[in-house]
């Protein structure tokens, strides 16, 4: 269960508000509002280019917004990145694979937070990233150099990492993506069970029908959130189109038949 000291906040998991991201002449985001509460998953849908990453960066830090406010927990985002309130699963590409790390050395980052940078890691960071591992299914693959794994080991182990680190927050960016269905159906269930315990999580994905056993709501981004409501009410083929244009069978994904009428 997540651990706020003084108590759950009774603001939104996630604020954001008036969001623009420009990198210099391309506005990648513009008025950008999104508002999740907690022991929610969220699904971030959009086109290739739509900013979701941008998202994701700007929440962590990793982009500059020329405008608008991200708060967090209450909080705002820098202040609760420094409370290592939000763990982030970036997107494949963006992880060097050849670093000689392992990876129990990756899920242990999820634990500097807490730590003192002058010691070795302690008893409960270890028994932090052994559990987490375990929740995984990677505990066997401990010593393992992070190249060596398959698409599915490799986000297995960032989202493990962001279990050691306790965060409040989670964000995943595409963890479907290149991911044999075993792995994505422990990711759904572990995303499903952290919610459940408390945490609220935000997870862009280009799998439109994993949405509706993945997702308590669905906010659709075309540059701003064109529509924020339930996997049903996004997943509605006119509304699908405010995202990926006239043909939202054009995406990647499928819609289920259920949902598509
Ligand atoms: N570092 C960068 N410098 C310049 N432009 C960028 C940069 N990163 C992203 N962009 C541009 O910003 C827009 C949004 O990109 P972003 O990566 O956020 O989209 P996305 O929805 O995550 O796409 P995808 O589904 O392909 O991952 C795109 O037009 C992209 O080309």
């Known amino acids: 269960m997540t651990t706020f000291p003084l108590g759950r906040p009774a603001a939104p998991a996630l604020d954001i508000s008036g969001l623009r991201v420009s990198y210099r002449a391309l506005t990648a985001l513009e008025d950008v509002?999104?508002?999740?509460g907690w022991n929610r998953v969220c699904g971030l849908i959009g086109t290739n280019g739509s900013g979701k990453s941008t998202l994701f960066k700007a929440i962590m830090g990793l982009a500059?917004?020329?405008a608008g406010t991200i708060r967090v927990a209450g909080l705002p985002a820098a202040k609760a990145r420094r409370q290592s309130l939000i763990a982030y699963v970036p997107q494949s590409e963006e992880v060097d694979w050849t670093f000689p790390l392992s990876v129990r050395d990756v899920v242990m980052m999820g634990r500097y937070g807490s730590q003192n940078w002058l010691r070795s890691p302690r008893r409960a960071d270890h028994?932090?990233?052994?559990?987490a591992l375990e929740r995984v299914g990677m505990a066997a693959f401990s010593d393992r150099q992070i190249g060596q794994l398959s698409g599915g080991q490799r986000k297995?182990?960032?989202?493990?990492r962001a279990i050691a680190q306790n965060a409040s927050v989670l964000l995943l960016?595409?963890?479907f993506t290149g991911v044999d269905k075993t792995s994505e159906a422990m990711i759904?269930?572990?995303l499903r069970d952290l919610a459940a315990a408390g945490?609220?999580?935000?997870?862009?994905?280009?799998?439109?029908?994993?949405?509706?056993a993945l997702c308590d709501e669905a906010a659709l981004i075309n540059r701003r959130i064109m529509l924020h409501g339930t996997p049903q009410e996004v997943l509605r083929p006119e509304n699908l189109a405010l995202a990926f244009g006239a043909n939202p069978?054009?995406?990647?994904?499928t819609i289920p038949a259920a949902l598509a009428s």
């Not at 945490?199 to 509706?212: G, K, N, W, Y």
């Not at 069978?249 to 994904?253: H, V």
């Open 173 to 175: 960016d595409e963890p």
């Open 156 to 160: 297995r182990v960032f989202v493990a």
């Open 188 to 190: 759904v269930d572990l």
């Open 64 to 66: 500059k917004p020329q």
């Open 249 to 253: 069978l054009a995406p990647r994904g």
């Open 33 to 36: 509002d999104l508002s999740i």
């Open 127 to 131: 028994a932090a990233v052994a559990e």
């Open 199 to 212: 945490r609220s999580i935000l997870v862009s994905t280009h799998d439109l029908s994993s949405l509706p």
